[in-house]
Every structure is written in structure tokens, then in C-alpha cells.
């Protein structure tokens, strides 16, 4: 069902809820996974709206950890990747987050040299 679209509503109590439309009248199969493992405690409930699927995703204890946690939804029929929401979280992350905004900056420094290398031999 190429037409789906889940979209994210919140983050609370260590839930991620969405919606996902263009699913039809019968619960679409969800699949859930981090790290190519299975997150059990999916809930599928059927919204008002005809097609509309209110989805609870359980975001267990034993999952987050330092660094980036990345859990991805598909369609389990198709394999599609429907979403995908992350948690970052731990001390370790500062000196992550330091280090790639000194590469950007080293990325950009860089471009700004060679773009304006460019305009001065073409005028």
C-alpha cells in the first residue's frame, strides 16, 4: 500500500504515538525494530476517520542508552519504511555533537575556499 503515511503525534512517557492514514478498513501488520531486533507491545487502534490507525509504540527501558537510538517502523506486509524517530541521549554525545560541528565547519571553510577560488578565475 504505497498510499500510507504515518505520522508522528508525540513522545510522552516513553511512548511514540502516530497516526497512519491510506491504510484501509483491516489493521495494517506494523513492525517495529531497533537494531534489527523486534519492539514487541505495538498497538494498532482503529481512529474515527475510516482507513486511520492510531499507532502506540513502546519504547523499552533496556533500549536506551548513550549515544543515538534509532527505531524504525515499517509496513510489515511490503517491508516499507513507513517512519523512523530517534533518541539521543548520554554524556558521550556532547563530544559527538562537538566533533561533527567542527567537521562541518572544516566542510564548509573548505567549499567557501573553492567557490570563491571558482569565481575569481572565471571573471
Known amino acids: 500500500m504505497a498510499d500510507m503515511r504515518l505520522t508522528k503525534i508525540r513522545m510522552l512517557a516513553g511512548q511514540w504515538e502516530g ?13 517495529v525494530t531497533h537494531l534489527g531486533d523486534a519492539i514487541g507491545g505495538v498497538q494498532v487502534v482503529a481512529e474515527s476517520q475510516p482507513g486511520e490507525w492510531a499507532i502506540r509504540v513502546p519504547i ?47 566542510e564548509l571553510d573548505m567549499l567557501k575556499r573553492a567557490f570563491r577560488r571558482h569565481c575569481v578565475e572565471t571573471l
Not at 497516526?19 to 513492525?31: H, S
Open 19 to 31: 497516526v497512519l492514514t491510506g491504510a484501509g478498513a483491516t489493521p495494517p501488520a506494523i513492525r
Open 60 to 106: 523499552p527501558a533496556e533500549r536506551i542508552a548513550d549515544g543515538v537510538q534509532t527505531f524504525l517502523i515499517t509496513d510489515g506486509a511490503s517491508g516499507e519504511t513507513l517512519e523512523r524517530f530517534a533518541i539521543v541521549a548520554g554524556e558521550p554525545l556532547a563530544d559527538d555533537l562537538r566533533a561533527e560541528i567542527d567537521l562541518l565547519r572544516a
